[in-house]
Antibody, heavy 120, light 108 residues
Framework: QVQLVQSGAEVKKPGASVKVSCKAS????????INWVRQATGQGLEWMGW????????GYAQKFQGRVTITRNTSISTAYMELSSLRSEDTAVYYC?????????????WGQGTTVTVSS | DIQMTQSPSSLSASVGDRVTITCRAS??????LNWYQQKPGKAPKLLIY???SLQSGVPSRFSGSGSGTDFTLTISSLQPEDFATYYC??????????FGQGTRLEIK
């Protein structure tokens, strides 16, 4: 079945970086965009960025520009999101989601989420 | 950036009720509007795409309407499993998407 499986929970100190992986299966990885969305506890969904796995093209939300990098390894159908200069406000659940063409992107398959905790 | 505003932020309803949630865009987005349902501790689930198209496997009691700047999600007869948080998302500025702040639907 079509699924995205993310890496496990992380605990990081302020100023460090975190890299979360998202492995796709059940479909052709390079045929669909991958988006990253985060959610702080009790808060709403916040789009972070996007990647076209075929071309490697990326785009990031202004808020995260310069701190986030999305990459991929097509040989293992895996996307990565790295967030640097972590601060306590980055404590959240991070999701990857497949972007399908619904007349514009809709996110039709989601990973299970990765909890990132930033604490000294 | 296109801002999405949902109303209400929360509402209480009973099983069997008809419920409507509204989403307003800060500029016209044609029909580039999607709706998601999220239950506690779970990833969001796509319900409606392109304003009114039902995602495969989603019950027909869910429907969406609207175009331009004003959109609605309607649940015709609430079921116990429908109590969750609902988000709208604009895809007009794909790939730079934005979400509404969410509407929490609680049991009365």
């Amino acid at each position: 079945q079509v699924q995205l499986v993310q890496s496990g929970a992380e605990v990081k100190k302020p100023g460090a970086s975190v890299k979360v992986s998202c492995k796709a299966s059940g479909y052709t990885f390079t045929s669909y965009d991958i988006n990253w969305v985060r959610q702080a506890t009790g808060q709403g969904l916040e789009w972070m960025g996007w990647m076209n796995p075929n071309s490697g093209n990326t785009g990031y939300a202004q808020k995260f520009q310069g701190r986030v990098t999305i990459t991929r390894n097509t040989s293992i159908s895996t996307a990565y999101m790295e967030l640097s200069s972590l601060r306590s406000e980055d404590t959240a659940v991070y999701y990857c989601a497949r972007g399908s063409n619904c007349g514009g992107d809709c996110l039709d398959v989601w990973g299970q989420g990765t909890t990132v905790t930033v604490s000294s | 950036d296109i801002q999405m505003t949902q109303s209400p932020s929360s509402l209480s309803a009973s099983v069997g009720d008809r419920v409507t949630i509204t989403c307003r865009a800060s500029q016209s987005i044609s029909s580039y509007l999607n709706w998601y349902q999220q239950k506690p501790g779970k990833a969001p689930k796509l319900l409606i795409y392109a304003a009114s198209s039902l995602q495969s496997g989603v019950p027909s009691r869910f429907s969406g309407s609207g175009s331009g700047t004003d959109f609605t999600l309607t649940i015709s007869s609430l079921q116990p499993e429908d109590f969750a948080t609902y988000y709208c998302q604009q895809s007009y500025s794909t790939p730079r998407i934005t979400f509404g702040q969410g509407t929490r639907l609680e049991i009365k």
